[in-house]
Structures are given as C-alpha cells and as structure tokens.
C-alpha cells in the first residue's frame, strides 16, 4: 500500500478500531509477549498505528512508543490518544528514523496490507538495535478456519488485503531481511473475533482470550531477532 492510497469509505469505522473489553484482554496479552521476549523498555515502534490503543498501552507500561500510520485522520487520533510521535505514511516506506532507533517493532495486522513487504522488513531491520526483535501477527494460510468459512474467511473481508502468508513464507522474508526467526507458532484471536467477521462474534463470550497453538490458528504469531 503506498503512502497515495486511501482506505475504502467507511474502513475506520469498524470495529476493529473501536475499543471494548476484548481489546483490553488483547493489549494486556501483547505487553506480556514482549516482556515474554525480553522486551521490559525502551523504544519501540508501531506500524500501522491505527487509533493508537496498542500505542497508549506501551505508553501506559513504561515504554517509549512511536507509530506510523497511512491514514491522516487515524495518525492525528493516535497521537493525541497515547501521547506518542505518530508519522503519516505507508509502512513500506523508507521509515523516518534513524538506524539502531527502537528496541523492538510491531507489526499486528500489516504486512498482508503491504504490497512491498520485503521493504518494510528491511526498513524494520535497519531501525532495529542489534538484539531487538520484531513481533509480526497476520492471516494464516494454513488456518483451519479457512476451508471451513470459505469467502466467508476474514482475509478475503478485507480490499486491502494483498498477500496472505504461510510460516515458511514468513521465514523465508524474515531471513531475506537478514532477520533471524525467534519463535513461529499460530493464535486465534477470540478476544477480538467478530470484529471482521459479525458470524463469528459469540466466541468472544464463549472463550474471549488469545489461544495459542502449534498449527492451525487463524493468524500467524511470528518473533524475529535482529543479530
């Protein structure tokens, strides 16, 4: 996604970016998966900002959060809801930090948006500490969800979907950007399902937590290391 493009009317008003109690559960889960990976301060960067809630969340914890993010209007949201630098852009641009920057980056959500991901892991290489590691969460090729929804499926919900991703893609770009895969295992978010996908929505209730497994997720959770 370059940064001249825009969203289809309408794409921030779902609820994806609104905030209810699961997100609240997903956020808390985040900051322990980075503490997880040794990951307790510093600086670090989220691209694809949104409206800044997992922002405000590292701001909340002790971090230094900083964020990207295509859309204008969400940037400015993002900035006054976490306090944090937000840059407008796309996040397979050339990113407007200088190298060794950020203890970490993230990436929850993005890479199936961009079309020239292979740029933004390198960008993420470059203003990654050495040590640092990026934390990447997107669609499963390999989902177990996939055949059983069909169309129905929340990668095909999205335009702005562009590559769906299976581990060993997701290895082979860490590598080709000189990072090093730290842990590859799936999820399947039931603190934040439905927001895509209304059908699937009464699982929130039912489980309403981030279950992780070996195979067969819905999403793919992916820790890179920068030598």
């Given at each position: 996604m370059s940064s001249a493009e825009t969203h289809p009317p309408g794409y921030f008003d779902r609820e994806y970016f609104r905030l209810h109690p699961g997100r609240d559960r997903y956020l808390a889960w985040l900051l322990a998966l980075l503490?997880?990976?040794g990951v307790h301060r510093g600086r670090v960067l989220d691209l694809g900002a949104g409206y800044g809630f997992w922002l405000a969340a590292l701001a909340r914890a002790g971090y230094e959060p900083a964020g990207v993010?295509?859309?204008?209007?969400?940037?400015?949201?993002?900035?006054?809801?976490s306090?944090?630098?937000?840059?407008?852009?796309?996040?397979?641009?050339?990113?407007?930090?200088?190298?060794?920057?950020?203890?970490?980056?993230?990436?929850?959500?993005?890479?199936?948006?961009?079309?020239?991901?292979?740029?933004?892991?390198?960008?993420c290489a470059r203003v990654l500490a050495p040590g640092g590691k990026l934390f990447v969460v997107t669609l499963n090729a390999g989902s177990l969800a996939r055949p059983l929804l069909g169309r129905r499926w929340s990668f095909w919900l999205d335009p702005t979907h562009v590559h769906m991703f299976s581990a060993g893609k997701l290895r082979r770009a860490f590598a080709d950007a000189g990072l090093l895969t730290e842990r590859m295992a799936t999820m399947s978010n039931f603190a934040l399902v439905g927001e895509g996908n209304p059908f699937l929505k009464p699982l929130r209730k039912?489980?309403?937590?981030?279950?992780?497994?070996?195979?067969?997720?819905?999403?793919?959770?992916a820790v890179a290391k920068k030598p």
């Open positions: 503490r997880r990976h993010e295509l859309s204008a209007e969400a940037a400015a949201l993002a900035r006054e809801r306090g944090a630098p937000v840059s407008t852009g796309s996040a397979d641009d050339p990113l407007p930090y200088g190298d060794a920057s950020f203890a970490a980056v993230t990436m929850l959500d993005v890479i199936e948006h961009l079309p020239r991901y292979p740029a933004a892991l390198l960008e039912l489980v309403g937590r981030v279950v992780v497994t070996p195979w067969f997720g819905d999403s793919l959770l």
